[in-house]
């Protein structure tokens, strides 16, 4: 074959496979919708007959903050379930994902999980472990007549106090106090008082505070718990407040807000002391906007966020929450004073001096459980936990004595109320004789 001819073959199979590629590219062009300069995707979206215009959102870092920082509501923290779901699948997602109004420690081990949003399982529960996903409903749960529970605390006697709301009503003063009658959680359920308040704390005079729905401020008149509420008149500028608990080091009082995040005062005084808004309040994310905080045993806050139970980096107050982990094991701090953070209570009673719960704890270990060499320290040690006890002892005799000193001034204005019944009976029996003996003349 000639050179030349050898040249041309080699070229016309160049051409083809231009040919070929140019074919197969427009092929592909089509197929991906890019091919007609004429008709663009923006020329489609609009002409569509679906299309709403609508503003543009430049997807960014910021997206999530910016769907975070919605205005959000109590509901958004509970999963929308449209259709009817069987009570032991609801006890499993429930307790699996801690989907509690509120948690409170309770005294010795455990806690207290408070359901409002499913009617099916409203009440109060009880478990040895946050992380479990076992949770016992407590015997006398909602008294008679009331709906849900609605706030948890204790009392100084450390009696269990919870506010209920009523059923079937819109009356604003639906809220009812209850107590129960002993410390045993088993106990029966008193009731206290009616009003508009839905979450309270204890002030340093041991008069207990509350805050209605709109952050409103009441106070009780006197330490008896039946006495009137009465409106605070406040040295601060009001944010709604939906939770109020304290730094247990610091004894600052720490703010839930009503748009769920966490604010602090700047002093000790709460009544006359501003929120801090310059460094605060925490971040509105989804792990960090919370509908109930308290303290952990290793002094940082827990919360239950709309991504469940989370808890803070570190034991500062404005730190980012991340997903909760192991339980504490090594306690740091102890009962007391994490319920000192979420009633107010600094010193509670305790009529039992066999109970260790009054315990200090150094780098996990229990101070009662401390051997020194030296005999005298152990017997300081001693001496001191037993003045301890009997301190928390003297507290729960001095809360009885005012309890039944309360029954005896009831007892003695009743005997005065029948007494004076008594006596204004009889001045109308001799009325009646004399008009009798009157009427026969």
């Given at each position: 074959m000639k050179t030349q001819n050898i040249y041309i073959i080699i070229i016309l199979m160049a051409l083809f496979f231009l040919l070929l590629d140019f074919v197969l590219t427009n092929v592909h062009l089509k197929i991906e919708n890019f091919s007609n300069p004429s008709y663009s995707i923006e020329e489609s979206k609009f002409n569509s007959p679906s299309y709403v215009e609508t503003p543009s959102v430049e997807i960014d870092d910021n997206l999530f903050d910016q769907l975070n920082n919605k205005n959000i509501t109590i509901r958004d923290f509970y999963p929308k379930i449209n259709k009817e779901l069987p009570i032991k699948i609801l006890k499993e997602m429930i307790f699996k994902h801690k989907l509690f109004h509120q948690i409170l420690p309770k005294f010795g081990d455990g806690y207290l999980g408070l359901i409002w949003h499913e009617p099916k399982m409203f009440g109060i529960y009880s478990s040895n472990s946050l992380k479990s996903e076992t949770?016992?409903?407590?015997?006398?749960?909602?008294?008679?007549?009331?709906?849900?529970?609605?706030?948890?605390?204790?009392?100084?006697?450390?009696?269990?106090?919870?506010?209920?709301?009523?059923?079937?009503?819109?009356?604003?003063?639906?809220?009812?106090?209850?107590?129960?009658?002993?410390?045993?959680?088993?106990?029966?359920?008193?009731?206290?008082?009616?009003?508009?308040?839905?979450n309270c704390f204890f002030d340093t005079d041991d008069i207990l505070v509350g805050i209605d729905n709109q952050g409103n401020w009441f106070k009780k008149s006197s330490k008896d718990l039946s006495s009137k509420w009465k409106k605070i008149s406040l040295g601060f500028t009001n944010i709604p407040m939906r939770k109020i608990i304290f730094d247990y080091r610091s004894k600052y009082m720490i703010g839930l807000g009503n748009d769920f995040r966490i604010y602090k005062k700047r002093g000790s005084n709460w009544l006359n002391e501003e929120w801090d808004t310059t460094n605060g309040p925490t971040k509105k994310t989804l792990g960090g906007t919370l509908k109930d905080i308290w303290y952990d045993f290793d002094g940082i806050l827990v919360g239950l966020s709309r991504l469940g139970l989370v808890k803070q980096q570190n034991s500062y107050y404005l730190s980012n929450f991340k997903s909760y982990g192991e339980e504490v094991t090594k306690k740091e701090i102890s009962i007391y004073k994490v319920l000192y953070s979420s009633t107010g209570i600094s010193v509670f009673g305790n009529q039992s001096l066999n109970n260790n719960s009054n315990n200090v704890y150094v780098d996990g270990k229990k101070i009662s459980e401390y051997k020194f060499k030296d005999k005298r320290l152990n017997n300081y040690l001693k001496h001191r936990m037993n003045m301890k006890k009997k301190c928390r002892n003297l507290k729960a005799m001095k809360i009885q004595k005012e309890d039944d000193n309360k029954v005896v001034e009831d007892d003695i204005r009743n005997d005065r109320f029948m007494r004076l019944l008594n006596e204004q009976k009889d001045t109308i029996d001799n009325l009646m004789d004399t008009i009798g003996n009157l009427r026969n003349k």
């Open positions: 949770w016992d409903l407590i015997p006398n749960s909602i008294p008679t007549n009331m709906l849900r529970p609605v706030f948890m605390t204790f009392d100084r006697d450390r009696k269990l106090m919870v506010i209920f709301e009523e059923a079937n009503t819109f009356n604003v003063h639906k809220f009812h106090l209850f107590k129960k009658e002993e410390v045993d959680l088993n106990s029966s359920f008193k009731f206290i008082d009616k009003f508009r308040v839905t």
